[in-house]
């Protein structure tokens, strides 16, 4: 079923078809008070529906989120992909981290980057948005770091004030060498 | 650029009609449905967005389970005449199978003929030993067709705030008893 997602290998990690066991990590991750960093925690229902979504998306617009899996444990750490469901102002590059890559310096980044390039390479997507919300502090960081830039605000019927940050083409700019200032921020 | 179809679900064919896989193409009419008071039994009325990201979970359904909602369309005419599935949603009571047909297709037998089939496919190449449908007890027309199908009241329960009664299917082999009898 899942058999039209790509998969995208970069230097550390790996960008796949998202399955069941993704799920299962996905919903453990959400019932820890951690998961706040990502609007948690979310109860099991709630985690499977957007999970479910998520691979339906690739069917419905040949384009979708990728589970991010650690090349060296295969580990699953966070889901990242374009998402632009019915009624989305324009498609949007998104990214949900868990805590599975936070010894790996810049390894959120380094999906992105290899997501909005993908994006950009095989559907001629792009320049992207990032939708954020003003007081996520970890996204706004995120997306300064793969070169993102601050364009406006835009209120959105179910989110309300978001700011849309705008990705550069690949190969526009160079790649921001500041990962790793940033790797161990709020993860105490 | 067209969507590809998605892969790995199997088709199946009854006399009238054609069990496929969800499509991009069935999402304008299913939005056209739960834009409607027909709806109001399954969810419904939903604006577009949320009949999209529903649709879109349903065929993630697929791939998280292994089965899931098919479309229905009719062989004669080609026309999308509605879809039946096999349903499991994360904190759903047990595995259902459930249906919906668009208006203009009822009366014709076309819901019993669909969910024979994905009941039959349940038993057979599922191996389910039981099967559920969730039906909200003012939808008169769904019941009647739960029992012709040989389900049985089992128990009352809710989702999203709507009551919803759970009616058991019986077991596989019970088609195979009632067609020696």
């Known amino acids: ?188 | 650029m067209t969507a590809p179809a998605l892969v790995g679900v199997p088709e199946l064919e009854t006399e009238r009609l054609r069990l496929r896989a969800p499509s991009e193409a069935d999402f304008e009419p299913f939005a056209a449905f739960y834009a409607t008071e027909r709806s109001r039994f399954v969810g419904g009325p939903l604006p577009r967005g949320k009949v999209w990201r529903s649709h879109a979970a349903l065929v993630g359904h697929w791939a998280l389970r292994g089965y899931g909602w098919w479309s229905l369309e009719e062989r004669a005419t080609g026309a999308l005449a509605g879809r039946v599935g096999l349903f499991h949603p994360e904190g759903w009571p047990e595995p259902e199978i459930g249906w919906t047909l668009f208006d203009g297709f009822e009366g014709r037998g076309y819901a019993t003929e669909a969910a024979r089939a994905a009941l039959g496919f349940a038993h057979g190449r599922l191996g389910w030993r039981t099967a559920v449908s969730c039906i909200h007890p003012d939808n008169a027309r769904s019941v009647r067709l739960a029992e012709r199908l040989g389900a049985r009241f089992d128990y009352a329960w809710e989702a999203d705030g709507e009551p919803l009664h759970i009616y058991r299917h019986a077991g596989p082999g019970a088609a195979a008893r009632e067609a020696v009898a």
């Open chain 1, 1 to 188: 079923v899942t058999a039209l997602v790509p998969e995208i290998e970069t230097r550390r990690l790996r960008l796949r078809a998202l399955t069941r066991r993704d799920f299962e990590a996905e919903a453990a991750w959400f019932a820890r008070p951690a998961s706040a960093r990502n609007g948690g925690p979310k109860a099991r229902e709630a985690v499977w529906r957007v999970v479910a979504a998520m691979i339906g998306h690739w069917t419905l617009e040949s384009v979708g989120f990728w589970a991010v899996e650690r090349r060296d444990t295969r580990a699953y750490c966070g889901r990242v992909g374009v998402w632009n469901p019915e009624g989305w102002p324009e498609p949007e590059l998104g990214w949900t981290f868990t805590d599975g890559a936070d010894d790996l310096p810049g390894a959120e980044a380094e999906a992105i980057l290899a997501a909005r390039d993908w994006a950009w390479r095989e559907r001629a997507l792009g320049p992207l948005a990032s939708l954020i919300r003003p007081t996520d502090g970890r996204a706004r960081r995120l997306a300064a770091d793969v070169g993102a830039r601050m364009e406006r605000g835009v209120k959105l019927p179910d989110a309300g004030l978001v700011e849309i940050h705008r990705h550069a083409l690949p190969g526009d700019a160079p790649r921001p060498a500041r990962h790793a200032m940033h790797s161990g921020e709020g993860r105490a």
